[in-house]
């Protein structure tokens, strides 16, 4: 079956890990937005590459040759991967999502007056590096946290002609929830502005087509990090028009940037290479290489039944259970746009204390707390205007007291329903103890 394929091709997944009553059980990792476990094929590639190891571009010798065609050919493969046409734009490979998003600000020349509509619902890696620079206005979202493209437009029209661009994440990293992202890029397109999309979390989900340049529904700028995508740590990508980094002098300057300098003067170097300073990570570029062509190989349509039946089954089992709490669209049956992404709390017991429980006791591996996504979290929460003030006006003075957290599941492409069983078991057993009067804190503590 397919289960039975991805999961042959998947590293560490029967891993036994250590539970608090001294017994070892099967890893269960439902923390796949934060990072994906890789594929055995990339490791392998790794260390047969770690064999054929040299720097890139500067070396004649027979080995840098091969590092350069692997780290050049890799560029390729993105491309093809998102459909990019590399006539007009440019993949450059950096450390993450954060620092592909970090380049772009800098690279937009950006000043007070220029506007960036972005959203509430964003990784804090899409809101920062925002600020300062220009002046970010945020697309109001609905109830359940997703976006209100009505207001989009009213904003677009309001601030045409100073929107130097729209940042939007593909898909959310708290709730999961699709943004329809060439919907949105035509709409961005009708009023002369350009469309970053966040793919860090819809990128391992769903295939991407940026579309051609011409197109309307065009995406003209995409991020992505490769430890999210079934590939290690350390490598992301910045997919952008050319034309956003000429005239410019690179964020980074240094070995590699350049054609030619003297003690006064250079000529930068043409892109990438122009704003991939340094030796790259050119281990990593031939791992997400290697990772994006197996993804192809597994069959999207694949990935995605079977992550969608986990989801819809995990919310089935969730919303039996009275003292779950859920949010969002996910309370009720609706059927929305989603990733494999669900956020809940259990009633009355703190989010940190069920995540070491899932831990330590059932050997399931989540991930709670606010996600770096604290606007969006306080808006899931409901909270009224004058909570939002009052943390506003706190975080305003360096007070940090609140406390709103999830636990988040999050499904990778080799989740199996018996896993799912599990987490289902371990939160009722963690219901019924605290029902049963009995003290689940004993072998934690917390610095609160
Ligand atoms: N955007 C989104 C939507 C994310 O989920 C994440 C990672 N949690 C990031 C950006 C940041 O990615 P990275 O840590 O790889 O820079």
């Known amino acids: 079956t397919f289960l039975h394929k991805v999961r042959n091709q998947i590293i560490g997944i029967n891993t036994k890990v250590p539970l608090?009553?001294?017994?070892?059980?099967?890893?269960?990792?439902?923390d796949n937005a934060a990072s994906?476990?890789?594929?055995?094929r990339v490791a392998?590639?790794?260390?047969?590459?770690?064999?054929?190891y040299s720097n890139v571009h500067r070396g004649t010798g027979f080995k840098s040759q091969i590092s350069t065609k692997i780290y050049d050919e890799v560029h390729d493969l993105v491309a093809n991967f998102f459909g990019v046409d590399t006539k007009n734009n440019t993949i450059i490979f950096v450390k993450n999502t954060t620092e592909a998003i970090n380049k772009l600000s800098n690279s937009?020349?950006?000043?007070?007056?220029?506007?960036?509509?972005?959203?509430?619902?964003?990784?804090?890696?899409n809101l920062l590096p925002w600020r300062d620079k220009s002046k970010v206005i945020y697309i109001n979202l609905d109830q359940d946290g997703r976006l209100d493209l009505d207001d989009l437009?009213?904003?677009?029209?309001e601030y045409k002609d100073q929107i130097k661009l729209?940042?939007?994440?593909?898909?959310?990293?708290?709730?999961?929830?699709?943004?329809?992202i060439h919907k949105i890029a035509k709409l961005v397109h009708n009023y002369d502005s350009k469309i970053l999309v966040d793919a860090a979390q819809l990128a391992p989900h769903r295939p991407i087509d940026v579309k051609d340049d011409t197109s309307s529904e065009h995406i003209d700028y995409l991020v992505f990090s490769a430890h999210k995508l079934y590939a290690p740590f350390g490598t992301g990508v910045l997919i952008a028009p050319k034309s956003t980094f000429a005239g410019n002098k690179p964020d980074y300057t240094g070995g590699g940037t350049v054609k030619?300098?003297?003690?006064?003067?250079?000529?930068?170097?043409?892109?990438?290479?122009?704003?991939?300073?340094?030796?790259?990570?050119?281990?990593?570029?031939?791992?997400?290489g290697e990772s994006i062509q197996l993804?192809?190989?597994?069959?999207?349509?694949?990935?995605?039944?079977?992550?969608?039946?986990?989801?819809?089954?995990t919310l089935k089992q969730l919303r039996k259970i009275d003292e779950v709490i859920l949010y969002g669209t996910m309370k009720s049956d609706t059927t929305t746009n989603q990733v494999g992404v669900i956020p809940f709390n259990i009633k009355g017991i703190e989010n940190t204390l069920v995540a070491s429980i899932l831990a330590n006791e059932f050997g399931i591996g989540v991930r709670n707390g606010c996600f770096c996504a604290h606007p969006y979290i306080h808006h899931l929460f409901g909270l009224s205007d004058q909570e939002i003030e009052k943390v506003k006006g706190d975080i305003s003075k360096g007070i940090y007291t609140h406390k709103y957290g999830l636990i988040r599941i999050s499904f990778g492409c080799y989740n199996t329903l018996a896993e799912v069983d599990r987490l289902i078991y371990a939160v009722k057993d963690i219901i019924a103890r605290k029902k049963a009067g009995i003290d689940l804190t004993t072998n934690y503590e917390f610095d609160n």
Do not use: C
Not at 20 to 30: D, L, Q, S, T, V
Not at 262 to 285: F, Q, R
């Open 153 to 157: 437009e009213e904003k677009l029209k």
């Open 166 to 180: 729209v940042a939007i994440s593909g898909a959310s990293n708290v709730t999961g929830y699709i943004n329809p």
């Open 260 to 288: 030619a300098v003297t003690l006064d003067d250079v000529i930068w170097a043409g892109l990438p290479d122009k704003e991939e300073a340094g030796t790259p990570n050119i281990v990593g570029a031939l791992a997400l």
């Open 108 to 125: 937009l020349n950006l000043s007070p007056k220029d506007i960036i509509i972005t959203t509430p619902m964003e990784h804090h890696s």
């Open 44 to 52: 392998y590639k790794v260390k047969e590459f770690l064999y054929w």
């Open 295 to 313: 993804l192809n190989k597994l069959e999207w349509e694949k990935i995605i039944q079977n992550e969608d039946y986990l989801s819809n089954y």
């Open 36 to 40: 994906t476990p890789s594929f055995k």
């Open 20 to 30: 608090i009553n001294g017994k070892r059980i099967k890893y269960i990792n439902f």
